[in-house]
């Protein structure tokens, strides 16, 4: 079945750490998302990609970092100029005009 | 920033019984659309109404769209247990880029 893993679905975070979020796709989807969840709020869009390649910086891009060489994949690097980190990221992918989300990695700083 | 804005906040209801949530929306659309999010997963794509359609049906499902008023609702219909969930409204005021609103908690009690 097609559809978008995130991996892993919790992590910890060491102050000064920079960690990496993984987010793979096989609905051969030629745009990603990346957002931030905080509880009780909607989502925040961190990073998108239209295409190989190419990304562009969302609403809240300032300590995180992406890269897009492949189709399927679109990791997200929080560094620790993120000082506030702790939150539930999700990534999606969209075709048109509809977007598929994984089932998210809950970040918590140790 | 955030587009749309989700009303109530939070809303019980008993098995059986109808939902109604409502989006207001700042500027002029393409498309806006409902996800359904789950406890701890990713959102689900629901329903998406086009800027010149006016009520679309899915199942138990009724969106209407007010371009004039700047506001949308979505009607469950005999919700179930499954339905709890929040519910957010997305709209694209650039393209490919989704903004979302603080959803609206559903709990439907058996």
């Known amino acids: 079945d097609g559809g978008i893993t995130q991996s892993p679905k919790y992590l910890f975070r060491k102050e000064g750490q920079n960690v990496t979020l993984s987010c793979e796709q096989n609905?051969?989807?030629?745009?990603m998302y990346w957002y931030r969840q905080d509880p009780g709020q909607g989502l925040r869009l961190i990073y998108y990609?239209?295409?190989?390649?190419?990304?562009q910086k969302g609403d809240i891009a300032e300590g995180y970092s992406v890269s897009r060489e492949k189709k399927e994949s679109f990791p997200l690097t929080v560094t620790s100029a993120q000082k506030n980190p702790t939150a539930f990221y999700l990534c999606?992918?969209?075709?048109?005009?509809?977007?598929?989300f994984g089932d998210g990695t809950r970040l918590s700083i140790l | 920033s955030q587009q749309g804005e989700e009303d109530p906040q939070a809303l019980s209801i008993q098995e059986g019984e109808n939902a109604t949530m409502n989006c207001s929306y700042k500027?002029?659309?393409?498309?806006l659309q409902w996800y359904r999010q789950n406890s701890g997963r990713g959102l689900v794509h629901l329903i998406l109404?086009?800027?010149?359609?006016r009520e679309k049906h899915s199942g138990r499902l009724r969106v209407t769209l007010d371009t004039s008023k700047k506001s949308s609702s979505l009607l469950i219909t005999a919700s179930r247990a499954a339905d709890t969930a929040s519910y957010f409204c997305?709209?694209?005021?650039?393209?490919?880029?989704?903004?979302f609103g603080a959803g609206t908690t559903v709990t439907v009690r058996a």
């Open positions: 109404i086009r800027s010149n359609e």
């Open positions: 997305a709209t694209d005021p650039n393209d490919y880029k989704l903004s």
């Open positions: 999606a992918s969209s075709k048109e005009y509809a977007q598929h």
């Open positions: 609905l051969n989807h030629d745009a």
């Open positions: 500027t002029s659309i393409n498309n």
């Open positions: 990609s239209q295409i190989v390649n190419d990304f």
